[in-house]
Antibody
């Protein structure tokens, strides 16, 4: 059973960089076949996709956050990480990591988020 | 691509048939997933590719639709189904979610 666990500071000062790590167990990131993603949820609000990374290091980011986001992977530790720079109070949210699976239903490929971490609340405040 | 769910909330009784609609601002073929989220918990995948039931999800959940209009149906609402439901499009970047539909006890 695949499990994901987010970790990192729960409080970040404005203008600083938010850094979170997602540790994957029950499966190897380097085995390929999946993408590894970050999603956030503002308090009491809906979900916002931040971006994903493949084990090879290729990434794709939400254009609305692209200038401030970096997602990286450390296959030796079976972890992937999120850095969000120049944070403001608007970045206060629960941050989730998730696995993106791909189903082949010819002739198309369908993505979906099948495993999620429990989420971690990050508050931006001085 | 914007996703608009309706209704935003609903009240229903155990045993009721519940239908939630998700409309996309442009065609997304069948690149749509549905998730259930309970308070304080991560979302749980219910359906992907618009109508494919995720393994382990009860068969009372079903999805349909293609293009711009999609529905999630719960055929007979159970006590554990009271939650917020989100649709998500994975047709084009940035992947986006609907605003959610909260299903409450009547």
């Amino acid at each position: 059973q695949v499990q994901l666990q987010e970790s990192g500071p729960g409080l970040v000062k404005p203008s600083q960089t938010l850094s979170l790590t997602c540790t994957v167990s029950g499966g190897s990131i380097s085995s390929g076949g999946y993408y590894w993603s970050w999603i956030r949820q503002h308090p009491g609000k809906g979900l916002e996709w931040i971006g994903y990374i493949y084990y090879s290091g290729s990434t794709y980011y939400n254009p609305s956050l692209k200038s401030r986001v970096t997602i990286s992977v450390d296959t030796s530790k079976n972890q992937f990480s999120l850095k969000l720079s120049s944070v403001t109070a608007a970045d206060t949210a629960v941050y989730y990591c998730a696995r993106v699976n791909v189903a082949t239903i010819p002739p198309a490929f369908y993505y979906y988020f099948d495993y999620w971490g429990q989420g971690t609340l990050v508050t931006v405040s001085s | 691509i914007q996703l608009t769910q309706s209704p935003s909330s609903l009240s229903a009784s155990v045993g009721d048939r519940v239908t939630i609609t998700c409309r996309a601002s442009q065609g997304i073929s069948s690149y749509l997933a549905w998730y259930q989220q309970k308070p304080g918990k991560a979302p749980k995948l219910l359906i992907y590719a618009a109508s494919t039931l995720q393994s382990g999800v009860p068969s009372r959940f079903s999805g349909s639709g293609s293009g711009t209009d999609f529905t999630l149906t719960i055929s007979s609402l159970q006590p554990e189904d009271f939650a917020t439901y989100y649709c998500q499009q994975l047709n084009s970047y940035a992947w986006t979610f609907g605003q959610g539909t909260k299903v409450e006890i009547k």
